[in-house]
């Protein structure tokens, strides 16, 4: 067992999350914990394929696709199959603990799931080393919503995905 670091909410500062050489396994092991108690709280079953499927999404801050995640649990467990990854990545978009990146039909962990209340992310897109950021979308989405409202719309799914450089590959 890999010993759990005290509970602390790191709020990083603007554009840290971007760091190329962060130690991502803390990354990883608090998105699992995180998983863990939103699961048990809510008395949803994460079974070992769900966690290793969102395991793996946490992998990296890039956005994978369910036939690269497919590949890899192939390797472990001769009898996976599509609907294998389907079915885990249909309980991980519902607990909220993964979003879809629609540009890319591919999938990204989030690193606020919410307990409460289910959000869509708003993500920053690098082209370059292709790592996903996700914004707090309170605001824009306020802003979205009633934008929308003074129209007399309501609405009922919305994509942001921008796409440009982080820093770290602005420098390079
Ligand atoms: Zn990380
Ligand atoms: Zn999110
Ligand atoms: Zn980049």
Redesign the pocket.
């Known amino acids: 067992m890999v010993q759990r670091k005290a509970k602390q909410k790191t709020k990083q500062k603007g554009g840290a999350e971007w760091s190329h050489n962060h130690d991502h396994r803390l990354c990883i092991v608090d998105a699992l914990d995180r998983a863990a108690d939103l699961c048990a709280g809510r008395g949803a079953r994460l079974t070992s394929i769900r966690r290793r499927v969102l395991e793996l999404i946490w992998s990296s801050h890039r956005p994978i696709g369910a036939y690269s995640l497919l590949e890899v649990l192939k390797q472990e467990r001769a009898n996976a199959a599509p609907p294998t990854i389907y079915r885990a990545l249909e309980f991980l978009l519902e607990q909220?603990l993964i979003?879809r990146i629609e540009s890319q039909n591919a999938y990204i962990g989030?690193?606020?799931?919410?307990p409460d209340q289910q959000?869509?992310?708003m993500f920053l897109i690098c082209t370059d080393c292709g790592n996903a950021v996700?914004l707090e979308?309170t605001k824009i989405d306020r802003l979205l919503r009633n934008s929308a409202s003074n129209q007399g719309f309501v609405i009922e799914s919305r994509t942001v995905e921008a796409a440009g450089l982080c820093p770290e590959c602005q420098v390079s």
């Open positions: 909220g979003h989030c690193p606020n799931p919410d959000h869509k992310g996700e979308e």
